[in-house]
């Protein structure tokens, strides 16, 4: 069975901090991957969204940024946090026209 | 661009009072329509999809109905362990943005069911 892991759990950061979000999957090869964010009284944002090994695409413009560099595994970074950054960011990986299966989520709260 | 509205917001019932929750939703061309449930502080769970008009899907106490314009999580009975919030979201052809293949989410009915 498949199984998709994020760390850390939660995170506390000063503002103009960096910042690096992990997302492993296992138990699938080449799947999509995607990062949302969830904030207080409001949906899940898409973020970002990856089909392969190297390739992103972006949805919302911010500061953030992602990256793939292995098939199973997606990153999250900022080279500088904004306030605005805090919230519940959220792991999933899917296929086309199928559901997406979330990981367990990272609290981040930005000071 | 693709829109999801749910609604109530939030919904209080007692342990066996059923009832249903709605998800309104437009999209150039529906490829998918999926319900979650979402815990305090987890991520959200996989619950139904929804291709066509007309279809249903069931799971213990819960049933997933869609129409070309909305969908519904009816619960029958229900239990304080069903208490969560309940997501709904779309997934659209490519060329009805929202990305290849990203979902759109509704901001959630807040779930309570009393004992």
């Known amino acids: 069975s498949q199984t998709i892991h994020q760390w850390p759990a939660t995170l506390v950061q000063p503002v103009g901090s960096p910042l690096s979000l992990e997302c492993t999957v296992e138990g699938t090869s080449n799947p999509n991957l995607y990062w949302y964010r969830q904030a207080a009284g409001r949906g899940l944002q898409l973020l970002f969204y990856s089909v392969g090994i190297g390739q992103i695409s972006s949805e919302v413009p911010q500061n953030l940024s992602a990256s793939r560099p292995q098939d199973r595994q997606f990153i999250l970074s900022s080279k500088k946090l904004l306030l605005s950054d805090s919230g519940f960011y959220l792991c999933?990986?899917?296929?086309?026209?199928?559901?997406?299966?979330f990981g367990p989520g990272t609290r981040l709260l930005v000071l | 661009e693709d829109q999801v509205t749910q609604s109530p917001e939030a919904l209080r019932l007692q342990e066996g009072e059923s009832s249903s929750l709605n998800c309104s939703y437009t999209v150039s061309g529906l490829r998918g329509l999926f319900w979650y449930r979402q815990d305090p502080g987890k991520g959200p769970e996989f619950l139904f999809t929804?291709?066509?008009a007309g279809e249903e899907k069931e799971k213990e106490r819960l049933k997933a109905t869609l129409t070309k314009k909305e969908s519904f999580l009816h619960i029958t009975a229900p239990k304080p362990e069903d208490s969560a919030t309940y997501l709904c979201a779309v997934q659209g052809w490519p060329d009805g943005g929202g990305g290849a293949d990203g979902l759109t989410f509704g901001k959630g009915t807040h779930l309570i069911i009393q004992p």
């Open positions: 929804l291709y066509s």
């Open positions: 999933a990986w899917g296929r086309q026209g199928m559901p997406q299966y």
